[in-house]
């Protein structure tokens, strides 16, 4: 008898265990998911397709992304440190606090992107479409910050800030 109480006890502990287990591994998969990272750095990616992506944190360093198109996609914290985006389609994309220092926009398409504390240090601007892009607290200097200034029109969709007042323009 007295080993039968034990062995109901010993089942008891191995089912409350199990059913911890379950609830723990539910409530975590929900609650935390996977960050996965995208790295395509050092890659050319010329006339890659992108539009309409979710590319949070995507890594873009050093990449080769000439008449890419990555209109309308989410890119809050990429990386496009020193990248190439010469005649890219970056409109309507979130650039929050992305990083963009040593990049080159040539001929780049912009409308409508919300570039809300991004890093530019050092970023080429030329020949860029910036109507509707919100630059607030974008350090934007020099003869980069004239340029963009000269072309500044808009409002932009997400902010309803003139993009003429998000780059400071004297």
């Known amino acids: 008898m007295k080993h039968l109480l034990m062995n109901l006890s010993v089942n008891k502990i ?6 911890f287990s379950l609830a723990f591994s539910i409530f975590f998969s929900f609650t935390l998911p996977a960050i996965a990272v995208v790295d395509y750095g050092k890659q050319t990616l010329i006339g890659a397709d992108f539009s309409n992506t979710d590319l949070k944190g995507a890594n873009f360093y050093l990449t080769n992304l ?3 198109n990555l209109s309308g996609s989410d890119l809050e ?3 496009f440190f020193d990248a190439k985006l010469q005649g890219t389609d970056l409109s309507n994309t979130n650039l929050t606090n992305a990083t963009l220092d040593s990049a080159i926009f040539d001929g ?6 919300n570039l809300k ?3 530019a240090f050092n970023t080429q601007f030329n020949n860029v479409d910036i109507t509707g892009s919100d630059f607030t607290n974008v ?3 020099g003869q980069e910050l004239d340029y ?3 072309i500044a029109n ?3 969709p997400i902010s309803n800030k003139k993009t003429v007042d998000t780059l400071n323009c004297k």
Do not use: E, H, R
């Open 77 to 79: 914290g990429a990386s």
């Open 14 to 19: 191995l089912k409350l265990n199990v059913i």
């Open 148 to 150: 963009l200034c000269s």
């Open 117 to 119: 504390d991004a890093f």
């Open 139 to 141: 350090l934007v200097t």
């Open 66 to 68: 000439q008449d890419a």
């Open 154 to 156: 808009g409002i932009s």
């Open 108 to 113: 780049a398409n912009l409308t409508n992107a």
